[in-house]
């Protein structure tokens, strides 16, 4: 039905009725300008707020002026709010005035269904004629200046007549409207009030504009230092049951009409979002109030739960931009940041972990999803994708791993991994894919990361619907079901978190599946064997890859932060687990003819070869050792593979060097040190050594080690550092020696001696270290 309404209206009567509405709305303004004025600051504790110890909670109704005069001598307070509650109801019977002016009763405004195009914009003139008003008059003036209401008359007439007299109704209603939310402060008994009006006579516009007032005047604090009113104790279920008077509306419901109604939960939820989002806090999202209506939604209307969540999403978002922003300042957040942080992380966690059990419902059904299902389904994939475009998915810098910004990224990643082994996900778009394989790559695993969604595999809840199939408790569907979500990692190459995901599911039936499980011991050790097996499967086809990026989602080098490129894995067996190989060195690029060169020799200090002789596998190519020039040596030394039988336990890891090399080994004996004289010392000055760790640059091929090799290795590679400290302290005193003879004879050799030796500096020798592996 089409709104006729309203067309005998004239310009003369709009004048009639809207003038005693300016007047009681003047009224009610300068009550609560006074009634602030006047109030006490209390404190409690250590927080301050205005008000009285006593009150009643904030966002209760005012009784009647003729109720409250009935209980003036019983109650005090019925005696303060009387001349509140007689200016408050003076303003809805004005503005009520103005609606029977218009509609006649509430009867013929609820079968208005939907407004003409003409009727939609004749409202939104009457909405914007009082801004207008103050845009011509006093746009270039303070803010004290004197209302002229003559010209406001002339200005209002004038807008009056340029509409049609048939759409002048809907043009007073919206003007009406705006004239009381502008002018009147947001008391909520007033704004209540006019929601009922506005619901009882069909305005869905201007039903949409007071609810967001009242959801705003019952999130928003009064003052900085007052609490938000929806926090009261006494306002838990306050939200919902607004909630349940929106939706109780839809008239299109109740007489089974097929036209979309304006009052549902979603159009609740969207409003209520938009208003948590601009104003809202932490203690807001964290109050009884909010958290019953998500209970509420959840079982009501679920994409109106979900868009819930994505609201808290971009709330914490915000969040961490600002935080990002002050760091880049040089300020540090404060505590009570950092509080609100966690406390928005920890309610979307719980709410995002709910999610869970409603995906395996859905899955149970098969391809037997209701269009409302469907809905559902969609909106769990909307969200992931809405939080991945906000950032939430990544993990905060400084999170440790029981910290809500990691429990945030877990909770996503176990929802992602859900959606995308969900036979219900061909219904979605290649991009929603995509977006859900990125977020998921983007992740940081560790070996928590999908405690939530095994658990949940092992011990499913029992579902709240009526689903295809029964729930299959038993350990074979568990394998199941962790195959099929391991199964869609391994098909987008998420390698990272397929190894992450056995290795939680081993973790959790080693410690709580196969204690507590009714199956035989045989059925719960194969299980283990069979989750052993996944493991190192998955953990080989992660680790065992020559490229570390390749399809995969985690950070290698996650200690560094940085992805080492051309990094490899290898098992190693004495520690049974997967280490990093070592690169191989690299060869310097020379110049053609240049030698290669290290540091020259300082002073007279004897000769030492630069690295030590280790033991190495039969394969392992021999090492060539290069001769130093100042001494004089008949042939070039070398070392010779080491061979070593594969059933040998004991140290039979043996090196063959020849005669000739002897004199290049670390452990040179003291004598042979001191025998070199101080000439050729001073020759060694001018010569320079080869490189010998560019030369003995192959790499080591993997080998079997046990104790008792590594043993004979330390007794065999033993080096005797205190024989080295004294031939370099006798050394450096026959320098100091022969430096005192030249430069002054009057000071004896002696006495330099025992200086220079007391100046050398004590090192710990390592004999006592080696020792302990003999």
Same mark, same amino acid.
């Given at each position: 039905?089409?709104?006729?309404?309203?067309?005998?209206?004239?310009?003369?009567?709009?004048?009639?009725?809207?003038?005693?509405?300016?007047?009681?709305?003047?009224?009610?303004?300068?009550?609560?300008?006074?009634?602030?004025?006047?109030?006490?600051?209390?404190?409690?504790?250590?927080?301050?707020?205005?008000?009285?110890?006593?009150?009643?909670?904030?966002?209760?109704? /005012?009784?009647?002026?003729?109720?409250?005069?009935?209980?003036?001598?019983?109650?005090?307070?019925?005696?303060?709010?009387?001349?509140?509650?007689?200016?408050?109801?003076?303003?809805?019977?004005?503005?009520?005035?103005?609606?029977?002016?218009? @509609?006649?009763?509430?009867?013929?405004?609820?079968?208005?269904?939907?407004?003409?195009?003409?009727?939609?914009?004749?409202?939104?003139?009457?909405?914007?004629?009082?801004?207008?008003?103050?845009?011509?008059?006093?746009?270039?003036?303070?803010?004290?200046?004197?209302? !002229?209401?003559?010209?406001?008359?002339?200005?209002?007439?004038?807008?009056?007549?340029?509409?049609?007299?048939?759409?002048?109704? &809907?043009?007073?209603?919206?003007?009406?409207?705006?004239?009381?939310?502008?002018?009147?402060?947001?008391?909520?008994?007033?704004?209540?009030?006019?929601?009922?009006?506005?619901?009882?006579?069909?305005?869905?516009?201007?039903?949409?504009?007071?609810?967001?007032?009242?959801?705003?005047?019952?999130?928003?604090?009064?003052?900085?230092?007052?609490?938000?009113?929806?926090?009261?104790?006494?306002?838990?279920?306050?939200?919902?049951?607004?909630?349940?008077? &929106?939706?109780?509306?839809? /008239?299109?419901?109740?007489?089974?009409?097929?036209?979309?109604?304006?009052?549902?939960?979603?159009?609740?939820?969207?409003?209520?979002?938009?208003?948590?989002?601009?104003?809202?806090?932490?203690?807001?999202?964290?109050?009884?109030?909010?958290?019953?209506?998500?209970?509420?939604?959840?079982?009501?209307?679920?994409?109106?739960?979900?868009?819930?969540?994505?609201?808290?999403?971009?709330?914490?978002?915000?969040?961490?931009?600002?935080?990002?922003?002050?760091?880049?300042?040089?300020?540090?957040?404060?505590?009570?940041?950092?509080?609100?942080?966690?406390?928005?992380?920890?309610?979307?966690?719980?709410?995002?972990?709910?999610?869970?059990?409603?995906?395996?419902?859905?899955?149970?059904?098969?391809?037997?999803?209701?269009?409302?299902?469907?809905?559902?389904?969609?909106?769990?994939?909307?969200?992931?994708?809405?939080?991945?475009?906000?950032?939430?998915?990544?993990?905060?810098?400084?999170?440790?791993?029981?910290?809500?910004?990691?429990?945030?990224?877990?909770?996503?990643? =176990?929802?992602?991994?859900? =959606?995308?082994?969900?036979?219900?996900?061909?219904?979605?778009?290649?991009?929603?894919?995509?977006?859900?394989?990125?977020?998921?790559?983007?992740?940081?695993?560790?070996?928590?990361?999908?405690?939530?969604?095994?658990?949940?595999? @092992?011990?499913?809840?029992?579902?709240?619907?009526?689903?295809?199939?029964?729930?299959?408790?038993?350990?074979?569907?568990?394998?199941?079901?962790?195959?099929?979500?391991?199964?869609?990692?391994?098909?987008?190459?998420?390698?990272?978190?397929?190894?992450? @995901? &056995?290795?939680?599911?081993?973790?959790?039936?080693?410690?709580?599946?196969?204690?507590?499980?009714?199956?035989?011991?045989?059925?719960?050790?194969?299980?283990?064997?069979?989750?052993?097996?996944?493991?190192?499967?998955?953990?080989?086809?992660?680790?065992?890859?020559?490229?570390?990026?390749?399809?995969?989602?985690?950070?290698?080098?996650?200690?560094?932060?940085?992805?080492?490129?051309?990094?490899?894995?290898?098992?190693?067996?004495? @520690?049974?687990? &997967?280490?990093?190989?070592?690169?191989?060195?690299?060869?310097?690029?020379?110049?053609?003819?240049?030698?290669?060169?290290?540091?020259?020799?300082?002073?007279?200090?004897?000769?030492?070869?630069?690295?030590?002789?280790?033991?190495?596998?039969?394969?392992?190519?021999?090492?060539?050792?290069?001769?130093?020039?100042?001494?004089?040596?008949?042939?070039?030394?070398?070392?010779?593979?080491?061979?070593?039988?594969?059933?040998?336990?004991?140290?039979?890891?043996?090196?063959?060097?020849?005669?000739?090399?002897?004199?290049?080994?670390?452990?040179?004996?003291?004598?042979?040190?001191?025998?070199?004289?101080?000439?050729?010392?001073?020759? !060694?000055?001018?010569?320079?050594?080869?490189?010998? !760790?560019?030369?003995?640059?192959?790499?080591?091929?993997?080998?079997?080690?046990?104790?008792?090799?590594?043993?004979?290795?330390?007794?065999?590679?033993?080096?005797?550092?205190?024989?080295?400290?004294?031939?370099?302290?006798?050394?450096?005193?026959?320098?100091?020696?022969?430096?005192?003879?030249?430069?002054?004879?009057?000071?004896?050799?002696?006495?330099?001696?025992?200086?220079?030796?007391?100046?050398?500096?004590?090192?710990?020798?390592?004999? !006592?270290?080696?020792?302990?592996?003999?």
């Amino acid at each position: 039905m089409v709104s006729t309404l309203g067309k005998n209206i004239s310009v003369s009567r709009i004048n009639r009725l809207l003038r005693p509405l300016r007047n009681k709305c003047a009224n009610l303004a300068s009550l609560a300008s006074s009634s602030s004025s006047n109030a006490s600051l209390v404190t409690y504790g250590s927080r301050s707020a205005t008000g009285t110890p006593d009150e009643h909670p904030p966002l209760a109704l /005012l009784l009647s002026p003729k109720a409250l005069a009935s209980r003036a001598h019983l109650d005090h307070h019925s005696l303060e709010n009387l001349e509140l509650s007689r200016r408050v109801y003076a303003v809805l019977d004005t503005f009520k005035n103005v609606l029977q002016a218009h @509609f006649g009763s509430e009867s013929v405004g609820k079968e208005v269904k939907i407004m003409s195009l003409t009727d939609i914009c004749a409202a939104v003139v009457g909405e914007s004629i009082q801004d207008d008003i103050e845009l011509s008059l006093y746009e270039d003036r303070d803010e004290s200046y004197d209302v !002229d209401e003559d010209a406001e008359m002339a200005i209002m007439n004038e807008c009056y007549e340029a509409v049609s007299e048939q759409y002048r109704g &809907w043009t007073l209603v919206s003007h009406a409207l705006s004239i009381v939310m502008k002018n009147c402060p947001h008391q909520p008994t007033l704004v209540s009030c006019l929601l009922d009006m506005s619901l009882s006579y069909n305005l869905p516009r201007e039903s949409k504009i007071i609810l967001r007032a009242l959801l705003a005047t019952a999130i928003c604090a009064g003052r900085p230092s007052a609490s938000r009113p929806i926090c009261h104790p006494a306002h838990s279920s306050y939200l919902r049951e607004l909630c349940i008077k &929106w939706t109780s509306s839809n /008239l299109s419901k109740d007489q089974g009409s097929h036209q979309p109604s304006h009052y549902t939960e979603t159009g609740f939820v969207t409003i209520l979002v938009d208003v948590l989002v601009e104003m809202g806090s932490a203690d807001v999202w964290n109050s009884r109030a909010v958290s019953r209506l998500g209970r509420h939604m959840q079982a009501t209307d679920f994409p109106a739960f979900v868009q819930l969540l994505c609201g808290l999403a971009e709330v914490i978002s915000r969040q961490s931009r600002r935080k990002r922003m002050k760091r880049k300042r040089g300020k540090v957040p404060d505590g009570e940041f950092e509080a609100e942080n966690i406390q928005l992380c920890d309610r979307l966690s719980r709410w995002t972990t709910g999610l869970h059990s409603r995906v395996v419902l859905l899955d149970l059904d098969d391809d037997l999803l209701l269009p409302a299902q469907h809905d559902e389904f969609a909106s769990i994939v909307d969200y992931l994708v809405t939080s991945r475009a906000l950032g939430i998915h990544l993990c905060d810098d400084d999170a440790h791993s029981e910290s809500p910004f990691r429990e945030v990224q877990d909770v996503l990643a =176990c929802l992602a991994t859900q =959606c995308l082994a969900s036979p219900h996900l061909g219904s979605r778009s290649a991009h929603d894919v995509e977006e859900l394989v990125s977020l998921l790559k983007d992740a940081h695993p560790v070996t928590s990361t999908y405690d939530d969604l095994v658990i949940a595999t @092992f011990a499913p809840e029992e579902p709240a619907g009526s689903p295809a199939r029964p729930v299959d408790r038993s350990l074979l569907g568990a394998m199941r079901s962790l195959r099929r979500y391991a199964s869609a990692l391994h098909e987008h190459d998420l390698r990272a978190l397929e190894a992450s @995901f &056995w290795a939680c599911a081993l973790r959790h039936f080693e410690r709580d599946v196969s204690v507590s499980s009714a199956a035989g011991g045989r059925e719960n050790e194969r299980i283990r064997y069979e989750l052993m097996d996944e493991v190192n499967t998955a953990e080989r086809r992660f680790y065992g890859s020559r490229s570390s990026r390749h399809g995969s989602s985690s950070n290698e080098s996650e200690d560094t932060g940085e992805e080492l490129e051309g990094s490899e894995w290898e098992w190693e067996d004495l @520690f049974g687990c &997967w280490v990093r190989k070592s690169p191989p060195a690299k060869q310097r690029e020379m110049a053609p003819n240049v030698r290669p060169q290290t540091r020259l020799s300082m002073g007279s200090q004897p000769l030492r070869a630069p690295a030590l002789i280790r033991t190495t596998s039969a394969s392992a190519p021999p090492r060539t050792a290069v001769a130093r020039r100042s001494v004089p040596v008949k042939s070039t030394s070398s070392l010779k593979p080491v061979s070593r039988t594969s059933t040998s336990t004991s140290t039979s890891a043996t090196i063959s060097i020849s005669s000739d090399s002897s004199t290049h080994s670390r452990s040179l004996s003291p004598d042979t040190e001191v025998s070199l004289d101080e000439d050729e010392d001073e020759e !060694d000055e001018d010569d320079s050594y080869e490189d010998f !760790d560019e030369i003995l640059a192959p790499k080591k091929p993997r080998r079997e080690w046990n104790f008792r090799t590594l043993v004979a290795d330390a007794q065999k590679n033993v080096i005797n550092l205190r024989e080295e400290k004294a031939a370099e302290r006798a050394a450096a005193a026959r320098r100091a020696a022969s430096q005192t003879w030249n430069l002054g004879r009057g000071v004896g050799r002696d006495k330099m001696r025992r200086q220079s030796a007391q100046n050398m500096p004590e090192e710990p020798s390592s004999d !006592d270290v080696l020792d302990l592996l003999a």
